[in-house]
């Protein structure tokens, strides 16, 4: 509220001898007002801080950086335009990584959704093992990507093959995403699946039961009731697994380090890749922009699509 | 409850239920087997391994583990997990906790608030990868690679967002009259938001603890970057190299695979209802 300021009196000094026309008690007040909103100020500096110096200054010396030809370590870098970015659109390289994000996040966000709400059905009932379910399916979200992948290496190539025959998911071009995914739903499922739990106990049970008295069976009642009352969960948690999809890097960096045959690098990777690896860093960031801006409209594309699809009760 | 739906369900959907509740439980013990072969390899001797993988080991055989602690440094790396996850969660609490209430009681500025409320929430949806070339450039110059300052002020930043989104929420629920109160009383604004709104937000304190806890002791992307060196590393970091060479004990290696998720877990039992509590509460408002 400005007019706190603008309002009040102003001191006018005439002709130098006059006392300064000022009511004591406003200017008090005004300095009361002014020292509160500097505290006010205070309270939020340490976290814009932070935010700054970790976000949102490297975000704005990135684009910086993506105009410039800088290797990634020596101190001087050339100024290059835009071809950085004609080069993104130019350098067949960069396919790859794009096919191999896409394909992971449409398979990690299909089946962790489907998986995860399967869970949450099963475990919205009144069973014995309830608590120990619900704890079995959170429990791998508190293991770290490197541990995860660690143990789901060993059980793809050892027990797999030892058990049931089958080849190394993680070893093959064609089944490494597959693979990645099962180890991805393996750590994240739990997530997802308490979101739809909690979105499942907020349907008023009289809702179900009045449809089971007007004869809906038990399929009907879950299409024509359950899943419309869910909407708003499935906004989340789809919106937060494509998300999640696309910044992917550490699972198939520490599992497969982007093996075989660069058949799961996916983008963030590549970007890690021209910073560390191929020494071109400008152009890592020229794509980093891009895929920033690509994340942006993805997850604003699909969270508006499905707001628009939300039951309000 | 439970008699109302007896005599309602006819036998076919009993059946069903325990049908889906067998299935329910099938899943669960297919979820927990992984951590199953992880311990019990830790366990085994390598001829054990060899025979069976999914075998109880023959006898409790330690030796695995005292090889673990020491091949993975096992103690230093747990001290720098310590060190970084406590001081980061620390300050992230601060930090957060101040703006979130400042942000949520806007009603003087509202637009300045607004907006940087705005900035955290767009921070959020920005991945690592973006800001990692320039973070890591910025780093390099002021020498804070390799350092667990460097390391903790990133961590820090790229938690605040949701931290503070988290407080945020809480405090709407606060009835301002709580603060007004306080002021009147002649508090200024830090004494009364220490001793006033501080205890009042523990709840959603103990959430964004424990979420934050967690997250910053499995954090990945910026201890690569910052964190390389041996005598730096955290529990992920060393576990990334140790398991990155080629690995010839696996049974040694699993040894200490469970040696590090034995924190983790104590950890997140006591404070799992915080946890889903912060995860469903974000999902909710987001």
Redo the contacts between chains.
Sequence with gaps: ?RS?FVGDAVPVVRDGSQEIVMDDKKMQKRKRIIR??L??FL??V???C??????????L??IE?SFTN?D??SAEKDFVGLKNYINFFTNPSVLRPIKNTVIYTILTTVLGNLTSLL?AL??N?????RA??R??????T???????????K??FR??FS??FGIKNLLGQTSTVLLGLTLIHM?IDVG?NM??YL?SLQTIPKELLESA?IDGAG?WKRFFKVTLPMIV??FT??IT?SI?FG??E??LPF?ATQGGPMDASVT??MY??N??MSYKR?GY??AV??I??VA??LI?GFVSGTLRKKEVEF | ??EHNKK?TPIS?RC??IF??L???L???V??S??Y??VV?GFKTPLETAES??SLPSRINLENFSDAIETTNFFVSLRNSIIVTVISVL?II???S??G???ARNN??QKF?RG?EL??LA?L??????????????M?SLSLLNTFAGAI??I???S??YA?FLYVGFVKTIPRELDEAATIDGC???TM?RKVIFPVLKPITATVASLEM?WT??E??VSLIVLQKKSLRT??MQ??YF?GQHVSN?NG??AA?TL??IP??L??LVT?KYI?GG??EG??K?
């Design positions: 509220m706190a509160h909103e505290t006010k309270f939020v340490p976290v814009l932070f935010f700054s110096f970790s976000i949102l200054i490297p975000f010396s990135g950086i800088w990634g370590f869970f099963g475990i009932r009144n069973f014995k093992g120990f379910c704890m079995a399916f959170f429990l791998p508190a293991i770290s990507m490197v541990l995860a992948s660690f143990i789901w060993y059980i050892d027990l030892q058990m393996w997530i308490l979101v909690s089971e038990y708003p969960a989340t948690c937060l998300t696309l910044k890097f550490a520490t983008i963030g970007i890690y021209n910073l860093a890592g960031q980093a922009i895929f920033a994340i942006v997850s | 409850m439970a309602k959907g069903w239920n889906v509740s299935l329910t439980i899943a669960a013990l979820f927990l992984p951590l072969i992880c390899q993988i999914l300050i601060f930090c957060s101040l703006a209430f400042v942000i003087t500025r608030y940087i900035l955290l921070g949806t920005i991945p690592f990868q973006i800001v990692l070339i320039p973070v890591y450039k910025t390099m002020m990133l820090v930043g790229n605040v967002p503070t200024n604004m830090f938001f967690l002791w499995n990945f992307n529990i992920p576990q990334f398991f696996m290696a699993f695979a590090s998720m983790v877990f950890f997140f799992q889903a995860i469903t999902a909710v987001g």
